[in-house]
């Protein structure tokens, strides 16, 4: 089965950019919606972006508050997945997980993994 590991996560200046990267093994992750989501420090976990699967037209989605500076992508050929940040703010400090999601359409909310685990997640810290 598909299997998710975050990294690129790291230190950034406010309004600089930073690339998230998800690879996957197991299986070939253009068959599967991918979602990227965050949790703050004693908050709950806030879905950031999300990418339907390649049989699915490959449609994204975005949180109100990230669209327009955020861009999930996937490279098949690699089995990765992205997440490019830009204009980061220091409320976006977080802890960034991906994860398989049900699907993912246009002006709807992103839906959340079957389960309730997360894996370890990449921390993104925002510097004021």
């Known amino acids: 089965q598909l299997r998710l590991v975050e990294s690129g996560g790291g230190l950034v200046q406010s309004g600089g950019s930073l690339r998230l990267l998800c690879f996957a093994s197991g299986s070939n992750l253009a068959y599967s919606a991918i979602g990227w989501f965050r949790q703050a420090p004693g908050k709950e976990h806030e879905g950031v972006a999300c990418?339907?699967?390649?049989?699915?037209?490959?449609?994204?989605n975005y949180a109100d508050s990230v669209r327009g500076r955020f861009t999930i992508s996937r490279d098949t050929t690699t089995n990765t997945a992205y997440l490019q940040m830009n204009s980061l703010k220091p409320e976006e400090t977080a802890v960034y997980y991906c994860?398989?999601?049900?699907?993912?359409?246009?002006?709807?909310?992103?839906?959340?993994?079957?389960?309730?685990?997360w894996g370890q997640g990449t921390q993104v810290t925002v510097s004021s």
């Open positions: 994860a398989e999601i049900p699907g993912c359409r246009e002006r709807s909310s992103i839906p959340r993994p079957a389960g309730d685990y």
């Open positions: 990418i339907s699967a390649v049989g699915d037209d490959g449609v994204t």
